[in-house]
């Protein structure tokens, strides 16, 4: 899969986390969108249609669980892998994640290409 086709949509409350994993992505040669609000997040997803989607669990609003439910419950979204980076560490995040239809949780602070690494098989693993 060429990575210039595909759509990458980071969806975080921390600016300084979407600004670096974009920067990052983009120079691997992925199309990549940022949103640092769930409400903006689950809009952007519905128009843009990315290919995968990294989000953040804790967010003021919405936190990530609901907004993983509301992109599954949406025909255009329903089909696109959801990785929630978190900092949290408990076992229950990681169970209550799988239920509400994300594939994968990666722990903060993580390292960019081990973010790369995990995007490239989730994207093998949807391409098969």
């Known amino acids: 899969m060429s990575t210039n086709a595909t759509k990458i949509l980071i969806i975080d409350d921390e600016p300084e986390i979407t600004e670096i994993v974009e920067i990052f992505l983009t120079t691997e040669g992925f199309t ?3 949103e640092n609000t769930a409400s903006a997040g689950v809009e952007t997803a519905r128009e843009m249609r990315p290919d995968v989607i990294l989000l953040d669990i804790m967010m003021p609003g919405m936190d ?3 907004v993983c439910d509301a992109l599954k419950t949406t025909p255009e ?3 696109v892998p959801v990785i929630f980076l978190t900092g949290k560490d408990s076992r229950d995040d990681s169970g209550r994640s799988f239920k509400v ?3 994968l949780f990666v722990k903060k602070p993580f390292s ?3 973010l ?3 995007i490239k098989i989730v994207l093998m693993s ?3």
């Open 64 to 66: 990530g669980y609901e």
């Open 77 to 79: 979204t329903a089909e």
């Open 32 to 34: 990549v969108r940022a």
């Open 116 to 118: 790369l690494d995990i």
């Open 112 to 114: 960019c290409e081990r």
């Open 126 to 128: 949807v391409s098969k």
């Open 101 to 103: 239809g994300g594939d």
